[in-house]
Protein backbone atom coordinates (compact mmCIF):
# COMPACT_ATOMS: atom_id res chain seq x y z
CA UNK A 1 0.00 0.00 0.00
CA UNK A 2 1.14 3.35 -0.53
CA UNK A 3 1.87 5.43 2.59
CA UNK A 4 2.84 8.95 3.00
CA UNK A 5 3.96 9.90 6.67
CA UNK A 6 4.60 13.08 8.06
CA UNK A 7 5.83 13.02 11.62
CA UNK A 8 5.61 16.24 12.87
CA UNK A 9 1.84 16.82 14.30
CA UNK A 10 2.64 19.96 14.74
CA UNK A 11 4.43 22.97 14.87
CA UNK A 12 4.59 26.89 15.22
CA UNK A 13 6.90 29.75 14.34
CA UNK A 14 7.12 33.45 14.87
CA UNK A 15 5.77 35.49 12.47
CA UNK A 16 8.93 36.26 9.80
CA UNK A 17 10.21 33.14 10.61
CA UNK A 18 11.32 30.05 8.27
CA UNK A 19 9.59 27.07 9.01
CA UNK A 20 10.32 23.13 7.19
CA UNK A 21 7.35 20.65 7.23
CA UNK A 22 8.40 17.15 6.68
CA UNK A 23 7.19 14.74 4.43
CA UNK A 24 8.55 11.17 3.45
CA UNK A 25 6.57 8.38 0.78
CA UNK A 26 6.49 5.29 -0.58
CA UNK A 27 5.58 4.78 -3.87
CA UNK A 28 6.33 2.09 -7.16
CA UNK A 29 5.98 4.71 -9.40
CA UNK A 30 8.69 5.93 -11.82
CA UNK A 31 7.13 9.19 -12.90
CA UNK A 32 4.88 11.29 -10.70
CA UNK A 33 4.26 14.34 -8.64
CA UNK A 34 3.88 15.09 -5.19
CA UNK A 35 1.79 17.53 -3.79
CA UNK A 36 1.68 19.77 -0.59
CA UNK A 37 -2.03 21.25 0.67
CA UNK A 38 -2.98 23.77 3.12
CA UNK A 39 -6.36 23.21 4.93
CA UNK A 40 -6.98 26.69 7.07
CA UNK A 41 -9.40 26.57 9.38
CA UNK A 42 -12.14 26.88 6.52
CA UNK A 43 -11.10 23.36 5.90
CA UNK A 44 -10.61 24.57 1.92
CA UNK A 45 -8.23 22.63 0.56
CA UNK A 46 -5.69 24.49 -1.39
CA UNK A 47 -2.78 23.50 -3.66
CA UNK A 48 0.34 24.99 -2.12
CA UNK A 49 3.47 23.36 -4.45
CA UNK A 50 3.79 20.44 -6.22
CA UNK A 51 6.82 18.66 -7.72
CA UNK A 52 7.27 16.62 -11.18
CA UNK A 53 9.75 13.73 -9.54
CA UNK A 54 11.29 13.30 -13.43
CA UNK A 55 12.74 17.08 -12.27
CA UNK A 56 15.81 17.51 -10.09
CA UNK A 57 15.23 21.06 -9.66
CA UNK A 58 13.19 22.14 -6.49
CA UNK A 59 9.51 23.31 -6.85
CA UNK A 60 9.35 27.41 -5.69
CA UNK A 61 6.42 29.39 -5.57
CA UNK A 62 6.87 32.68 -3.62
CA UNK A 63 7.42 31.97 -0.01
CA UNK A 64 7.22 28.10 -0.36
CA UNK A 65 10.04 26.02 -1.59
CA UNK A 66 10.82 22.22 -1.35
CA UNK A 67 13.14 19.94 -0.93
CA UNK A 68 13.08 16.95 -2.74
CA UNK A 69 15.03 13.99 -2.23
CA UNK A 70 13.66 11.63 -4.62
CA UNK A 71 16.00 8.56 -3.58
CA UNK A 72 14.88 9.13 0.11
CA UNK A 73 11.31 9.88 -0.88
CA UNK A 74 11.76 12.49 1.16
CA UNK A 75 9.76 15.82 0.04
CA UNK A 76 9.69 18.67 2.84
CA UNK A 77 8.10 21.99 2.16
CA UNK A 78 10.19 25.09 3.64
CA UNK A 79 7.55 28.68 4.46
CA UNK A 80 10.09 31.63 4.49
CA UNK A 81 8.93 34.76 5.91
CA UNK A 82 6.04 32.95 7.98
CA UNK A 83 2.32 35.40 8.05
CA UNK A 84 -0.25 35.01 10.09
CA UNK A 85 -2.40 33.77 7.11
CA UNK A 86 -0.05 30.41 6.96
CA UNK A 87 -1.44 29.15 10.00
CA UNK A 88 -3.55 26.04 8.88
CA UNK A 89 -3.03 22.12 8.34
CA UNK A 90 -0.33 21.19 6.18
CA UNK A 91 -0.71 17.64 4.05
CA UNK A 92 1.43 16.12 1.89
CA UNK A 93 0.09 13.84 -1.05
CA UNK A 94 1.52 11.02 -3.25
CA UNK A 95 -0.30 9.53 -5.90
CA UNK A 96 -1.74 5.70 -4.69
CA UNK A 97 -1.17 2.92 -6.46
CA UNK A 98 -2.61 2.21 -10.13
CA UNK A 99 -4.55 5.53 -10.31
CA UNK A 100 -4.79 9.32 -9.78
CA UNK A 101 -6.18 9.33 -6.03
CA UNK A 102 -4.13 10.97 -3.85
CA UNK A 103 -2.32 9.83 -0.34
CA UNK A 104 -2.42 11.74 1.95
CA UNK A 105 -0.23 12.16 5.15
CA UNK A 106 -1.70 12.87 8.72
CA UNK A 107 -1.18 16.36 8.36
CA UNK A 108 1.05 18.98 10.13
CA UNK A 109 -0.91 21.83 12.33
CA UNK A 110 1.02 25.04 11.92
CA UNK A 111 0.55 27.72 13.71
CA UNK A 112 2.40 31.14 13.12
CA UNK A 113 2.82 33.49 15.84
CA UNK A 114 2.79 37.16 16.28
CA UNK B 1 -10.96 31.59 -12.31
CA UNK B 2 -13.43 29.21 -12.25
CA UNK B 3 -13.45 26.49 -9.21
CA UNK B 4 -14.74 23.61 -8.09
CA UNK B 5 -18.05 23.74 -7.10
CA UNK B 6 -20.03 21.16 -4.41
CA UNK B 7 -23.50 21.73 -3.46
CA UNK B 8 -25.23 21.46 -0.71
CA UNK B 9 -22.65 23.54 1.49
CA UNK B 10 -23.79 21.99 4.55
CA UNK B 11 -26.47 19.06 4.65
CA UNK B 12 -28.27 17.54 8.02
CA UNK B 13 -29.64 14.13 7.65
CA UNK B 14 -30.79 11.73 10.04
CA UNK B 15 -29.79 8.06 10.09
CA UNK B 16 -31.14 5.94 7.67
CA UNK B 17 -31.84 8.67 5.27
CA UNK B 18 -30.35 9.14 2.08
CA UNK B 19 -28.07 12.17 0.99
CA UNK B 20 -27.27 13.29 -2.99
CA UNK B 21 -24.46 15.20 -3.51
CA UNK B 22 -23.24 17.36 -6.41
CA UNK B 23 -19.99 18.23 -7.75
CA UNK B 24 -19.50 20.42 -10.74
CA UNK B 25 -16.06 20.37 -11.87
CA UNK B 26 -13.59 23.12 -13.39
CA UNK B 27 -14.85 23.80 -17.05
CA UNK B 28 -12.83 21.02 -19.32
CA UNK B 29 -11.82 18.93 -16.64
CA UNK B 30 -12.86 15.06 -17.32
CA UNK B 31 -11.70 13.60 -14.08
CA UNK B 32 -14.01 13.68 -10.87
CA UNK B 33 -12.58 12.62 -7.53
CA UNK B 34 -14.67 12.42 -3.88
CA UNK B 35 -12.46 12.25 -1.00
CA UNK B 36 -14.27 12.11 2.80
CA UNK B 37 -12.47 13.56 5.44
CA UNK B 38 -13.84 12.99 8.90
CA UNK B 39 -12.83 15.07 12.03
CA UNK B 40 -9.05 15.69 12.57
CA UNK B 41 -8.51 12.97 9.84
CA UNK B 42 -6.46 13.16 6.49
CA UNK B 43 -9.31 13.22 3.27
CA UNK B 44 -9.90 9.33 2.37
CA UNK B 45 -10.55 8.11 -1.74
CA UNK B 46 -13.63 6.88 -2.05
CA UNK B 47 -13.97 6.87 -6.36
CA UNK B 48 -13.10 8.90 -9.22
CA UNK B 49 -14.65 8.86 -12.83
CA UNK B 50 -12.62 10.09 -16.11
CA UNK B 51 -14.78 10.78 -19.46
CA UNK B 52 -18.03 9.35 -17.54
CA UNK B 53 -16.75 5.90 -16.45
CA UNK B 54 -15.39 4.83 -13.33
CA UNK B 55 -11.77 5.20 -13.18
CA UNK B 56 -10.73 4.04 -9.75
CA UNK B 57 -12.74 3.02 -6.66
CA UNK B 58 -11.33 3.12 -2.91
CA UNK B 59 -12.53 2.83 0.02
CA UNK B 60 -16.30 3.21 -0.41
CA UNK B 61 -19.09 1.75 1.22
CA UNK B 62 -21.14 -0.15 -0.67
CA UNK B 63 -24.24 1.81 0.77
CA UNK B 64 -22.69 4.38 -1.27
CA UNK B 65 -22.53 5.01 -5.40
CA UNK B 66 -21.85 8.03 -7.30
CA UNK B 67 -21.53 8.92 -11.21
CA UNK B 68 -19.83 11.31 -13.83
CA UNK B 69 -22.74 12.56 -16.19
CA UNK B 70 -22.48 13.87 -19.75
CA UNK B 71 -21.95 17.22 -18.74
CA UNK B 72 -18.70 16.03 -16.57
CA UNK B 73 -20.93 16.76 -13.10
CA UNK B 74 -20.86 14.15 -10.79
CA UNK B 75 -23.13 12.65 -7.86
CA UNK B 76 -22.25 10.92 -4.84
CA UNK B 77 -25.50 9.01 -3.99
CA UNK B 78 -25.18 7.96 0.16
CA UNK B 79 -27.94 5.77 1.35
CA UNK B 80 -28.76 4.22 4.86
CA UNK B 81 -27.10 6.58 6.53
CA UNK B 82 -25.08 5.91 9.74
CA UNK B 83 -23.56 8.12 12.53
CA UNK B 84 -19.93 7.86 11.21
CA UNK B 85 -20.98 9.37 7.48
CA UNK B 86 -20.76 12.90 9.36
CA UNK B 87 -17.61 14.17 7.48
CA UNK B 88 -16.53 16.32 5.03
CA UNK B 89 -16.80 15.35 1.82
CA UNK B 90 -14.33 17.00 -1.28
CA UNK B 91 -15.06 16.59 -4.98
CA UNK B 92 -12.28 17.50 -6.71
CA UNK B 93 -11.21 17.46 -10.06
CA UNK B 94 -8.27 17.22 -12.96
CA UNK B 95 -7.60 17.32 -16.29
CA UNK B 96 -6.94 14.17 -18.17
CA UNK B 97 -5.66 10.84 -16.62
CA UNK B 98 -2.17 12.18 -15.79
CA UNK B 99 -1.08 13.52 -12.50
CA UNK B 100 -1.49 16.46 -12.97
CA UNK B 101 -2.84 18.43 -9.95
CA UNK B 102 -6.43 17.86 -8.25
CA UNK B 103 -8.02 21.26 -7.67
CA UNK B 104 -10.30 20.39 -4.29
CA UNK B 105 -13.82 22.21 -4.27
CA UNK B 106 -14.76 23.86 -0.69
CA UNK B 107 -16.69 20.47 0.48
CA UNK B 108 -20.02 19.49 1.52
CA UNK B 109 -20.36 18.93 5.22
CA UNK B 110 -22.59 16.18 6.17
CA UNK B 111 -24.24 16.06 9.32
CA UNK B 112 -25.74 12.31 10.12
CA UNK B 113 -28.10 12.86 14.02
Known amino acids: AQTVTQSQPEMSVQEAETVTLSCTYDTSENNYYLFWYKQPPSRQMILVIRQEAYKQQNATENRFSVNFQKAAKSFSLKISDSQLGDTAMYFCASPGEYGNKLVFGAGTILRVKS | AAGVIQSPRHLIKEKRETATLKCYPI?????VYWYQQGPGQDPQFLISFYEKMQSDKGSIPDRFSAQQFSDYHSELNMSSLELGDSALYFC????????????FGPGTRLTVT
Open chain 2, 92 to 103: ASSSGQDLYEQY
Open chain 2, 27 to 31: PRHDT
